[in-house]
């Protein structure tokens, strides 16, 4: 068994309205310093094979807009519970 | 200045509707071996402090809900671009 994480972010120079949005909740809370806020996606992914191309495959088609988005992933080999 | 990430999941147990979604999306373009699929959140702050008590802080506030969600977070220091 294979633990996948994947790791979606927006591209830079691509909007994100969400995550002004927190900075500016972060600011009203009187945190200071808050230079910038970035959101993303992650995803956890059990399969039964680790076929890299399989899993890009996965992110490119399903899980991430390659227009507008970055992704990442890391592949582990776990013992079932 | 730092490079917080925070990663924000949802307790096990707790239904993940989102998840679902995507693992029959995963079956239905035949991809096999699709054991489960979680989703969650991943934000990038960047930060002119790094105490660790104040990210803590922010996390528990803003970025996660407490009852159903946990959250890890990274912190390194970056040379401003």
């Known amino acids: 068994m294979y633990k996948v994480t994947v790791i979606v972010t927006l ?3 691509i909007l994100d309205p969400q995550g002004k949005t927190i ?5 009203s809370l009187d945190y200071d310093g808050v230079v910038d806020v970035k959101t993303g996606k992650v995803y956890t992914l059990m399969l039964e094979s680790s076929e890299e191309s399989v899993v890009r495959s996965m992110c ?3 899980l991430s807009n390659p227009v507008m988005e970055d992704y990442t992933y890391t592949i582990e080999e776990v013992v079932p519970s």
Request: hydrophobic share 20%.
């Open 60 to 62: 490119e088609r399903v």
């Open 23 to 27: 900075r500016q909740s972060f600011q």
């Open 11 to 13: 591209k830079t120079g």
